[in-house]
Each structure stands twice: as C-alpha cells, then as structure tokens.
C-alpha cells in the first residue's frame, strides 16, 4: 500500500488559523478565479487578509471551464512568471489552471511539457480554496486541462497543493444545477476510486464514506440549498474523495464523460456521472455489492435528481469517442475489461437504455 499528502488543509470558516500559514508562504501572489468569487466573498476576503499582510498580489478573474491551454499562455503573458504562490480560487478550473500556472513559473518548457514528468521538478507553491464541492483538485496532484478541444489530465506530486483552506460557506451561493453536477463530480470521484484497481484499504476508507455521505445529503441539499450543515457535509465529502482519487486516479467514467463534455457542452460532473450504473453493473466487483449496500440502485439515484440530458449525436460521433477511451488510461485501471466494442456497448447504454437521456 502506497500514498503521499503532503497537502496541509484547514475546514474552518474565516480563515481562522490558515492566515498564519498564508504570512509564511511568500510575499506576492497570482490569484487563479472566476466571476463567482465576487459573489459568494472570496475573493473579498481573500484580498483582504494579503493587504492586512502587505503582500503583493494580482487576479485574473476570467477562468474559463476546463481551462484551455491558450488561457494559460495567456495568464503568463500578462502576469509573468515572478511569483511565490499561486492561488486556485474556485472550483476545479481554477485550481487545475493554478496548478499548471504554478509549474510554468519555474520551469522554461511548454504546456505540453506538462504531460512529461521528467521535464520538470519545481514548481511555485500553491494554494487551493475551494468554493463549490466537486472536484476534490484540493487535496490531489491532478491538474485537467484542454488541449486542442480534448480535456487531458496531468499529474506529478509537485503540483500537490501546499496549502487548502475550505469553506463551506463560500458554497451557500451554489445554484441547485451547480450543486448537484459538482456533487455528483465528487460522487464519482468515490464510486471510481472504489472500483478502480488501484484502490487500497486507505483509499478504501475516503472513497466508501463520500458515498455514504453524497448519497444521504446530496438530495436533501438539493431541496433545502440554503442549509449550512449539509452544504459543510457536502464539502468534506468531496474533500475525502479526493483523497481517495490521490491514490487511485479515476476510472472509465471519467474517459466516457470527457467527450460529453468538450464536444457537448455537458458539465464535468453530471458527463462522468450518467456511466457510473454501467461500470457498477459491468464492473464484476465485490465493491460494487458494497456500493449498492450504501446507496442502493445508483441509476434511480440520479433519476430521482431529474437528470436527463438532451443533445444531438451521430454513429460517427460515437465511434470516435469510444476510440479516445480506447486510448486512455482509465482502461487498464478499470475492472471488466473494456475493448472498444465495450465502450460503444456504454455510450449506446447510456443513449438508449439509461432514461438518462432525451435524444
């Protein structure tokens, strides 16, 4: 059994005891956010506590989804490569560009560089404060990024983030379509670490009690968005999956979902979530008992969250997809064996059998 988090996390609210830790990580920081930080007063009181500290710092407030490799360069441009720490203020966009920006500043190489581990060894120090409760890119040293329209995912543990300060109030401002695909990114995040291959009696303990607490909360959550107890629960739960990913990585859900969401627009979460019935049933797991002991049907689950998607879809579009997954490396760590007659046999699942989708 292996695994390594050497991230320091606060749960607090008012950054109670995390200012001490910002004073000693340097003197100018690049915060990474989007316009929701004004809304939900992140970004206020983040900004407030540098200028208490007198340090230096800048934002760039227009991060986009799935952060594409021209936004990066773009941020480089304007802002340099001269800082201590880098800030990911938000939610998984903002803290995987953070973590590709951090790496940058003290590397001379090129975002495709990033996919090459031995390219690089340093990176800025990072800080991650998450605002919706999903994507877990807290407490993981994973970073996504999209490049030449295909979202592909980096990984090396420099980019773990050095510090994480979670608010569950910065959550209250969530809409309910926001809350339930960041709450089923986390959900997935668990059910894959579970199945995966790689899992371990560690990652075993994260993985199994995020779902246990999704699968309670989250449909109370949806009901009732303005609920403090249940928006912290919510965010520790995607805390403790991401955890559970650190060790394993995900699985062919995720590898299904991506195409889902670049060539259609569907959010990260719900892309990835609508194949989790399939590789539960397809997963011949004695995990896969264990999961449906917590959660019972996981198809009626997201039934009873009213998902069901709705977009256009040719054969062709389908045949390429299926030769992207082919190719990841989701595949290999995926149990029930997955050949791309397989991953076809998933997509057409999904389209025709699921009730998950409209047509």
């Known amino acids: ?3 390594f988090l050497p991230t320091k996390v606060f749960f607090e609210d008012n950054y109670n005891e995390s200012v001490d830790e910002i004073k000693k990580l340097g003197e100018s920081f690049l915060i990474i956010t989007g316009k929701s930080s004004k809304k939900n007063g ?3 009181e983040l900004t407030n506590i540098f200028e208490k500290l007198n340090k230096k710092y800048e934002i760039f407030d227009e991060t986009l989804e799935n952060p594409p490799k021209e936004m990066i360069e773009e941020i480089i441009r304007k802002f340099g490569k001269n800082w201590d720490v880098i800030v990911g203020l938000g939610g998984g966009s903002p803290m995987d560009a953070a973590k590709a920006i951090a790496v940058l500043c003290k590397n001379d190489i090129s975002i ?3 996919y090459v581990q031995s390219k690089y060894k340093t990176a800025s120090k990072i800080i991650c404060i998450p605002t919706t409760s999903g994507t877990g890119s807290e407490v993981t040293q994973y970073s996504v990024l999209t490049i030449n329209n295909v ?5 090396h543990e420099i980019v773990f983030p050095t510090l994480s300060i979670l608010e569950p109030k910065y959550t209250l401002t969530m809409s309910k379509e926001l809350t339930i695909s960041t ?4 959900l997935s995040h668990a059910v894959e670490s579970a199945l995966s291959l790689k899992s371990n009696s560690f990652s075993d303990l994260y993985a199994f009690k995020a779902i246990e607490i999704i699968s309670q909360d989250l449909p109370k959550l949806v009901n009732n968005l303005s609920d403090y107890s249940l928006r912290r629960n919510l965010m520790l739960a995607s805390m403790y999956a991401g955890v559970a990913i650190s060790v394993t990585g995900t699985t062919i859900a995720h590898s299904l979902g991506y195409s889902l969401t670049t060539d259609k627009n569907i959010k990260h979460g719900l892309a990835t979530a609508v194949f989790l019935p399939f590789e539960i049933e397809n997963s011949g797991s004695k995990k ?4 449906k002991a917590i959660m019972g049907n996981i198809l009626n689950f997201l039934k009873k969250l009213e998902i069901n998607l709705n977009f256009e879809v040719s054969d062709d579009e389908i045949e390429k997809w299926a030769e992207r997954v082919k190719n990841s490396s989701h595949v ?10 397989k991953i ?11 009730g998950l989708f409209g047509g």
């Open 1 to 3: 059994m292996r695994f």
């Open 42 to 44: 992140s970004l206020e």
């Open 112 to 114: 495709e560089d990033l």
């Open 151 to 155: 979202k592909k995912g980096f990984k």
């Open 183 to 186: 709450g089923l990114d986390a």
């Open 288 to 291: 896969a008992e264990e999961i």
């Open 332 to 341: 290999k760590v995926t149990p029930g064996n997955y050949t791309k007659e």
């Open 344 to 354: 076809i046999k998933a997509y057409k699942w999904f389209f025709e059998e699921s």
